[in-house]
């Protein structure tokens, strides 16, 4: 049996010693968990963690479902087979979950942590400390509890060398500065250079509008405070069908139309990845900027 600690430094030959066994033991944020070598009935309660999952080859049999949405986001579509269970995000059906018999539960502490005791006698609960920022360790532990590392750090490289890439050829387009503003049906948040997307613009070396270069991760706007979306260009990320009529109605706005972003016509609409916490987002904020920000 084969113990490890999250954000350890196990690397795949670790893994492979442990693959005649049939559990390894994982120390996670809120405990240790007795881990099946090859788990078959995964439920996955968090966004981050499926993503995680799903782009190491692993199929759950239980996923998070946003109240906000009326089906999965695009890129778990893509990437989901068969006809999982859904569970609300933070508030999971405890009893159609133990209908599932899994053999393992995966989530991170903000959507799950108050409901671990419970979990945990249901099957073995792996709990990461945050889904956000530390989304590349996250997929490093995901990828070392299911023997998948190699597969892991490959991901992790590509991605990196995507953003090498991009930056080499924005150096030739010139400085920009790129706005980042979330659309709710009843407030606008900037998303500042400690946020998921925020780090992944400092990464590729855009700059930020003077108002959102903080290092924190989001800001609360008024629309009297408008003026601090402005920039070069803006990705408004837009989540279900009343924030999209919430930025229908300020295309409308005197104060909105003020706004040169919106006068040069570069406010992109981006889906809910932008706010994500993992590789497959985080490669879909990069093809974003590489449709919108680079030439031909």
């Known amino acids: 049996m084969l113990v490890f600690v999250a954000c350890s430094g196990t690397d795949e030959s670790q893994d492979a010693s442990s693959s005649s066994q049939g559990t390894r033991t994982i120390e996670h944020a809120m405990g240790t968990a007795e881990v099946p070598q090859n788990p078959e009935r995964m439920v996955v309660l968090d966004y981050g963690a499926l993503e995680n999952i799903l782009a190491l080859g692993v199929q759950p049999v239980g996923v998070p479902l946003n109240s906000n949405l009326d089906r999965q986001p695009e890129l778990i579509r893509q990437r989901l087979q068969g006809d999982p269970e859904t569970f609300r995000p933070g508030q999971p059906n405890l009893e159609?979950?133990?209908?599932?018999?899994?053999?393992?539960?995966?989530?991170?502490?903000?959507?799950?942590?108050?409901?671990?005791?419970?979990?945990?006698?249901?099957?073995?609960?792996?709990?990461?400390?945050?889904?956000?920022?530390?989304?590349?360790?996250?997929?490093?532990?995901?990828g070392r509890m299911l023997g998948r590392s190699e597969r892991a750090q490959q991901l992790l490289d590509e991605y990196q060398q995507r953003l090498v890439q991009f930056r080499q050829q924005r150096d030739a387009g010139g400085e920009l500065e790129v706005s980042v503003g979330r659309i709710f049906p009843d407030r606008v948040r900037l998303?500042?250079?400690?946020?998921?997307?925020?780090?992944?613009?400092?990464?590729?070396?855009l700059k930020r509008p003077t108002a959102?270069?903080?290092?924190?991760?989001?800001?609360?706007?008024?629309?009297?405070?408008?003026?601090?979306?402005?920039?070069?260009?803006?990705?408004?990320?837009v989540v279900g069908q009343e924030a999209r009529a919430t930025l229908d109605q300020f295309r409308q706005d005197a104060l909105w139309s003020q706004l040169s972003v919106v006068q040069s016509e570069r406010v992109y609409p981006v889906p809910g990845y932008w706010v994500?916490?993992?590789?497959?987002?985080?490669?879909?904020?990069?093809?974003?900027?590489e449709r919108h920000l680079l030439d031909g």
């Open 96 to 142: 159609r979950l133990l209908q599932l018999e899994p053999d393992l539960i995966l989530g991170s502490k903000p959507w799950i942590g108050q409901h671990y005791e419970r979990l945990s006698q249901i099957a073995p609960t792996v709990v990461t400390e945050t889904n956000n920022m530390k989304w590349q360790a996250n997929l490093k532990f995901h």
């Open 212 to 237: 959102q270069d903080k290092d924190t991760y989001s800001q609360k706007i008024s629309k009297e405070q408008f003026q601090m979306l402005d920039g070069d260009v803006m990705f408004a990320i």
């Open 191 to 205: 998303y500042l250079k400690d946020s998921f997307s925020g780090n992944i613009l400092q990464k590729a070396g």
């Open 276 to 289: 994500g916490s993992s590789i497959l987002a985080a490669n879909q904020v990069v093809d974003d900027l």
